[in-house]
């Protein structure tokens, strides 16, 4: 499967801000996803990914709101890929200079058969 990963960096001057930047990846130039937003854990300080996602009327045991994905890999190797991917955009476009964004392309004989299965939306 062949996609582009497009990664912009956010500029925020909320210091309490975990968002890092935002990234989009257009699968096989027919498909784009975008808002994938790439956060920092607080903890660790390391970079993660969080795909589209809404607020629902869940609530959890906490009282904090519960949020479903729109959109996600299906199977773990294809995540782990995908995350890899954008993460490594990421971390090359924070080695350039402001301004000068890069655009990745990745291709990958990932096995369509593999994409069956895994949960449905809810």
Same mark, same amino acid.
């Given at each position: 499967?062949?996609?582009?990963?497009?990664?912009?960096?956010?500029?925020?001057?909320?210091?309490? +801000?975990?968002?890092?930047?935002?990234? +989009?990846?257009?699968?096989?130039?027919?498909?784009?996803?975008?808002?994938?937003?790439?956060?920092?854990?607080?903890?660790?300080?390391?970079?993660?990914?969080?795909?589209?996602?809404?607020?629902?009327?869940?609530? @959890?045991?906490?009282?904090?709101?519960?949020?479903? @994905?729109?959109?996600?890999?299906?199977?773990?190797?294809?995540?782990?890929?995908?995350?890899? @991917?954008?993460?490594?955009?990421?971390?090359?476009?924070?080695?350039?200079?402001?301004?000068?964004?890069?655009?990745?392309?990745?291709?990958?004989?990932?096995?369509?058969?593999?994409?069956?299965?895994?949960?449905?939306?809810?």
């Amino acid at each position: 499967m062949n996609y582009i990963v497009q990664v912009n960096e956010v500029r925020t001057t909320n210091p309490e +801000s975990a968002v890092r930047a935002y990234a +989009s990846v257009t699968f096989e130039g027919a498909f784009k996803v975008c808002n994938i937003a790439i956060l920092e854990n607080r903890a660790t300080g390391e970079p993660f990914i969080s795909m589209p996602n809404y607020k629902t009327r869940r609530v @959890d045991e906490k009282n904090q709101p519960q949020y479903q @994905d729109i959109c996600y890999p299906v199977t773990k190797e294809f995540r782990e890929q995908l995350y890899g @991917d954008i993460l490594a955009e990421y971390r090359n476009q924070t080695k350039t200079k402001p301004g000068q964004g890069r655009e990745q392309e990745r291709k990958n004989n990932y096995n369509r058969a593999n994409t069956s299965g895994g949960r449905g939306c809810r």
